[in-house]
Every structure is written in structure tokens, then in C-alpha cells.
């Protein structure tokens, strides 16, 4: 049924209603005969956080209490490496910020263990919503393999288009990341910062749309990145540089090339957290995106906090300015949770 | 000569660090052992770091503390379990006295020394890391003025870890 009515959708109305699908549907309706200038599918903003599990940010957490591991090698540890420095689960699912992966491997595993983890993030609004999950394994602070699912829900915009209200575009990313060099947190007396490799492919499960109606080229594709993690522990201050070369639309939730540009270019993500204590953190990202569909994506801009209560659960909440979307700013929140063993 | 931000004129600071303290490292006895961090890193860009450590006498009641701590967790009760935990308090509050510019003098050993045959793994060397951390919180230590020590005590993971 959903095809169905995808076919009936004139390529131009979808193009530029999604484009605009911040708006109120009233403002789509109008822009179907507007040429579509501005960028907007942003699937990361939000006016409204989805629920999150609050019992995670009141868990007590008693800094009286002991190491909680029983053996001094054990291959499978809940210790390991200190809160926060592993960072929490972005929302492509690799290790990193929440928008970026850093040089950081996933979990808190150490030279001699396997780490596992699990991550939900949502995001919502009155126009679309945005849930992720996956999980990552990590091995030996050297290597780490995720994969993560993102369901961006157009809710009444999808109806609007015509693709159906609750219409639903969603991408499975599967991503691994090798630590070339560094150790963000022991090389204390070295500027040397860890740096790590990335490659994520992501596969987009609406061609129909993506490259139907948006004019995109492809479904599915890779992305690489490279990353620099440096953590200045007396300064209390971590700091990142992604380099990403990618094709992706909007993340790929759009799909990846386009009429615009259909060659890979490099993408520039940033960084910055402030170790406030050993449980909380707060920092901020920058992350471009390439304009391949015929409009200037924004770029992506975020503040946020995240509160690690023991090593196996670390929340996140931030707050996303993605700067003037058409006719309005566009403000959101995010949260996420995560779980690592 | 161009302003450099305060943030780069502080890292230069620390990374000049352990060439100052170069004079001062303990001998080494082994000739087979070659240092891969500096034992005595001072930091010579804060004078009163000291005193947010409660001085010596905080340092003393931080070990009284932390030993129990590394004692009782069982990723670091083998390294300390059947060592003479006093004289071990006492080196190491030398130790930290002198890194954190204190008036104090460190008999002891160099790390690479004393950690030789150890075999303490990385998340063993974290753990003592956290304890230590938990103690500071208890003793209200600044959390800055803790990271300002620990990352100087962090290059020695390369004498401690899996040696």
C-alpha cells in the first residue's frame, strides 16, 4: 500500500515537502510549487525527548562502594578502563559522541578484554520522530563492530506526501573501527592523540523513495571515516576530529548521491567534553554534511551531558540547534542510554 | 613571539615536566631496566596544588584511606596483599608530595623498578586508578586538582602495566 501511494507522489512534491518537513504540514502543501532551497530532513531534531528511562539518572550511585570485579584477569570485566573514557554510543552506533564516533573503542574493555554494549536513542516531535538501537563488540581497546538500526518515522508529514501517515524510512548501519595508534588516556605526557579508521555501511530500506522520489542514487553505501581522540586529563578536557568521507544524504536516511554531486567528500565532525567529575560530563559537536541533492543540508550542532552512575550505564541528553531550517530554528532534544559489560 | 592560548602554554608546561624531573628520578640498580616514564614527573606550573591535597599530612590520611581500598578490591588486593603496606603508604606519599611540588623527598624505587614482574594488567592499573579517584572524592579534593595528579601519574602505566 505504501508504494503504492509512493508512485502516486509526484517526484517534486515529495522532493521538496521532505525538504521542508520541519514545517507545519500547511507550509508543505505550499512548498510543493516552491523550489526546494533549503535543507532540512533532520532526523536528529526534536521538541520533545522520547521518555527516558529517568530510573538511570537517580540510580544512587555511592562512591563508598568498591571495584566490582573479583579477579584481577578476568576476560570479561565490568571495570576496565575509566568512567566516561569510553565514551557513549553515537547515533550510527559506533563508539563515540552522539553524533560522531571518536578514535575511542566502545565499552570500557582493556588490552586483555572483550567489551559488549547496547544503545537506544530517541527523538521526537510533532512532525517526525527518530528511534536507534544496536550494539557493538569491542576487543582488546583495538578493534570494535556495531550495528545499529534507525526507524525515522515521518508521522503526519507521511501522510501529507502521501506516503501514508506513520511512514517510515529506515536504514540498517553495520560499522568497524581499528585503533591505529594512541591511548587517549594513559599518553599523558604526549600530544599524540589515539586516531582510529572507520568504514560504515549503511543500507536504506525505501529506494522507492530515496532514489524514486528524492532523486538520490543509491540505497545503500560505505562511509569512512577517520578519527583523532585526544583526552587532556589535566585540563579535565577531551577533544575529537572525525574526517568522513561519505555520499550519505542526511545520514543516509535520504539515500547517497545525487543529480547536485554524486562523488564521496569529506566531512568534518567535532568534539569537545568537559570531565565535570567522574560520573558527568558535558561537551558539545559539529558535524557537515555534503549537499548532493540539489539543497544545503545544515550543518548539525549540538550541546549535551552525559551522566555514567556505574561503568554499565551511561545516559545522554542533548540539545540540538540545527540553526535556521527553512523558516523557523529548529531546536531539540535527544536521549540515550546506554549499556556496556 | 605569537600569544599562545592558555590551554597549549598548560600542556607545554606539563610536557616539560619530566625532563625537569629528570635530576631527581630514584637510580636505577638493574641495568637491564630502562625507564619508559619518569617516577618523580613534578608539576612545576601550580605551586599550591599541594594544598588542595590537604598538604602532607592530607596525603597521609589519603593513603591511609586508599590502602584499605586496594586492599579490599580484587583486581589490586594481590599487589598489596603481602607487601609492608606502611612503608609502601609512606613512598608513595613522598611520591606525590614531591609530583605535586611539595617539600618532601622520595627514597624509594623507580616505578619501572619496583612494578618489574608484577604482571598488574591494564584494567588492574585502572582500578587502583579509581579507588585512588574515590578516595580524592571523599577527602573533597578538587576534581581538577585529582586529574592535574593523575595525568601525571599516567605515563607510568608504560613501567606498570604488563611488566
Known amino acids: 500500500m505504501i508504494n503504492h501511494k509512493t508512485k502516486t507522489c509526484s517526484r517534486r512534491v515529495a522532493a521538496a515537502a521532505l525538504c521542508l518537513c520541519a514545517l507545519t504540514t500547511s507550509y508543505v502543501a505550499q512548498a510543493a510549487d516552491e523550489p526546494a532551497t533549503s535543507s532540512a530532513l533532520s532526523f536528529d531534531t526534536v521538541e520533545r525527548a522520547e521518555t527516558l528511562n529517568t530510573s538511570a539518572l537517580t540510580l544512587a550511585e555511592d562512591d563508598m562502594g568498591q571495584g566490582q570485579a573479583d579477579d584481577s ?8 578502563r575509566l ?4 565514551g557513549v554510543t553515537q547515533i550510527e552506533g559506533a563508539g563515540g559522541g552522539g553524533l560522531s564516533p571518536w578514535a575511542l ?3 570500557y574493555g582493556t588490552r586483555d578484554q572483550l567489551g559488549v554494549s547496547a544503545f537506544a536513542t530517541g527523538v521526537n516531535s510533532e512532525d517526525f520522530s527518530l528511534s536507534a538501537y544496536g550494539g557493538a563488540i569491542s576487543y582488546g581497546n583495538r578493534i570494535e563492530l556495531s550495528i545499529a538500526r534507525q526507524n525515522f518515522n515521518l508521522n503526519a508529514v507521511g501522510a501529507a506526501l502521501g506516503l501514508g501517515r506513520e511512514f517510515t524510512i529506515s536504514q540498517t548501519i553495520v560499522g568497524a573501527k581499528v585503533r591505529l595508534f594512541g591511548d587517549a588516556v594513559l599518553e599523558q605526557d604526549s600530544l599524540l592523540p589515539q586516531v582510529s579508521v572507520g568504514i560504515q555501511f549503511k543500507d536504506n530500506n525505501q529506494p522507492g523513495v530515496v532514489i524514486g522520489a528524492l532523486a538520490a542514487r543509491d540505497d545503500n553505501d560505505f562511509d569512512y571515516y577517520v578519527s583523532a581522540t585526544k583526552i587532556f586529563l589535566s ?11 561519505t555520499r550519505a544524504n542526511q545520514f543516509g536516511i535520504l539515500g547517497f548521491g545525487g543529480p547536485t554531486n554524486n562523488d564521496y567528500s569529506i566531512q568534518f565532525e567535532g568534539s569537545v567534553a568537559l570531565l565535570l ?3 558527568f560530563a558535558i561537551g558539545s559537536e559539529y558535524r557537515t554534511k555534503p549537499d548532493n541533492l540539489g539543497f ?5 550542532f549540538d550541546v549535551f551531558i ?5 561503568h554499565n550505564i551511561t545516559a545522554t541528553l542533548a540539545y540540538v540547534d540545527l540553526g535556521n531550517v527553512a523558516l523557523r530554528s529548529q531546536h531539540a532534544l535527544y536521549a540515550s542510554l546506554q549499556f556496556a559489560f | 613571539m605569537p600569544k599562545i592560548p592558555s590551554l597549549l602554554t598548560t600542556i607545554a608546561l606539563s610536557l616539560t615536566s619530566p625532563a625537569l624531573a629528570q635530576a631527581g628520578e630514584p637510580a636505577i640498580s638493574d641495568p637491564s631496566i630502562t625507564p619508559r616514564a619518569p617516577t618523580l614527573p613534578v608539576i612545576t606550573d601550580n605551586e599550591h596544588l599541594l594544598d588542595q591535597f590537604g598538604g602532607r599530612e592530607g596525603l597521609v590520611r589519603i593513603m591511609d584511606n586508599v590502602m584499605e581500598r586496594w586492599l579490599a578490591n580484587p583486581r589490586t588486593h594481590p599487589f598489596f596483599a603481602s607487601s609492608d603496606q606502611v612503608r609502601v603508604k609512606r613512598q608513595l606519599v613522598d611520591q606525590f608530595c614531591v609530583i605535586l611540588h611539595g617539600p618532601c623527598t622520595y627514597d624509594g624505587r623507580a616505578m619501572a623498578e619496583v612494578h618489574r614482574g608484577m604482571n598488574v594488567s591494564e584494567g588492574s592499573f585502572y582500578a587502583l586508578v579509581e579507588e585512588l579517584q574515590v578516595t580524592l572524592n571523599q577527602m573533597n579534593v578538587p576534581f581538577r586538582a585529582q586529574n592535574r595528579l593523575i595525568a601525571a601519574l599516567a605515563p607510568m602505566s608504560r613501567d606498570i602495566i604488563d611488566r
Do not use: C, M
Open chain 1, 296 to 300: 544545503k543540508e545544515e550543518d548539525a
Open chain 1, 306 to 310: 552525559a551522566y555514567a552512575p556505574v
Open chain 1, 235 to 245: 585540563q579535565s578536557l577531551l577533544v575529537n576530529a572525525t574526517a568522513r568521507a
Open chain 1, 105 to 107: 573503542i566502545g565499552t
Open chain 1, 73 to 80: 584477569r578476568r576476560f570479561f570485566s565490568p571495570g576496565g
Open chain 1, 83 to 86: 568512567l566516561l573514557t569510553g
Open chain 1, 277 to 279: 567529575s567522574r560520573h
